[in-house]
């Protein structure tokens, strides 16, 4: 899953696509490099962002997708918490809804039911303005494990396929890195909850902490992150850097071929 922010202010790349012709071209970029879905966000969730207008967030993902709906073969995934631009991102050509929010808000997770979208619940702390202000757990493991187990159950009751749903702990979202390094201890815990697994620690703060190195630095220790996930069981890895985690991912599935897995 290729990340592709809309946005001015995101951690990593806030601002460099926010022409939806220079998103069109990331999206292109991403595609030929082996993403299979692409993720178009028009929020920020950084730690301490202010959200958008939906207005706002509309003009940013609307045209983006479109245009990607338009000319390329993968599936389009939005990054989204919001109703109106859930159903407007379907009605444009996206597939996937992938909720921060763990679609919370009984709006969104009606449209996206109703209108057969797929979705991917995420786990959050709180909310990105707030999120990494002390974050608390006795268990983090089973208490990010029991959220999803809750939220999957909603989207099966609310009409949502259940091959259409896929899970997300939100490494980073109200968690420090202790709690992240728990919950990437136990990753295989996630995989048996039936669904797909995403892993997203692409250039994220704990692979700051782990390393000493700024945002624009952090490639080898993303790339050693989704190599270990996809090899404990994330179905999907979202990713900044295409390419080279494609290139990480196939070395450790040939590895794993090789012991016979």
Excluded: W
């Excluded at 679609?103 to 109703?114: I, N, Y």
Aim: charged share 20%; hydrophobic share 50%; proline share 4%.
């Amino acid at each position: 899953m290729g990340v592709l922010n809309v946005t001015p202010d995101s951690f990593s790349d806030g601002g460099r696509f926010g022409d939806p012709a220079a998103a069109f071209d990331a999206a292109r970029r991403m595609v030929a490099d082996g993403a299979r879905i692409i993720d178009v966000g028009g929020e920020s969730t950084r730690p301490g962002a202010l959200p958008p207008t939906t207005e706002e967030e509309l003009r940013r993902v609307v045209p983006v997708v479109r245009a990607i709906a338009a000319e390329l073969d993968v599936v389009i995934s939005v990054d989204t918490s919001r109703a109106a631009v859930i159903e407007a991102a379907l009605a444009a050509g996206a597939h996937l809804i992938n909720d921060v929010r763990g679609l919370r808000d009984s709006a969104a997770l009606e449209v996206a039911a109703r209108l057969g979208a797929g979705v991917c619940v995420m786990h959050m702390q709180g909310e990105p303005g707030t999120m990494q202000n002390a974050p608390r757990y006795t268990d983090v493991v089973a208490e990010v494990r029991e959220f999803l187990l809750e939220r999957v159950a909603a989207c099966r009751a609310a009409g949502v396929a259940a091959d259409a749903i896929a899970v997300d702990p939100g490494f980073g979202f109200g968690k420090n890195a202790e709690h992240n390094l728990a919950l990437f201890r136990s990753l295989e815990s996630f995989t048996t909850l039936g669904v797909p697994l995403l892993v997203g620690l692409s250039r994220k703060s704990l692979v700051g902490q782990l390393t000493g190195r700024p945002v624009g630095s952090r490639l080898a220790g993303s790339v050693a992150l989704a190599a270990l996930a996809a090899e404990r069981g994330a179905a999907i890895i979202r990713a900044h850097d295409v390419a080279e985690t494609v290139d990480a991912v196939r070395v450790g599935a040939a590895l794993g071929r090789g012991r016979g897995e």
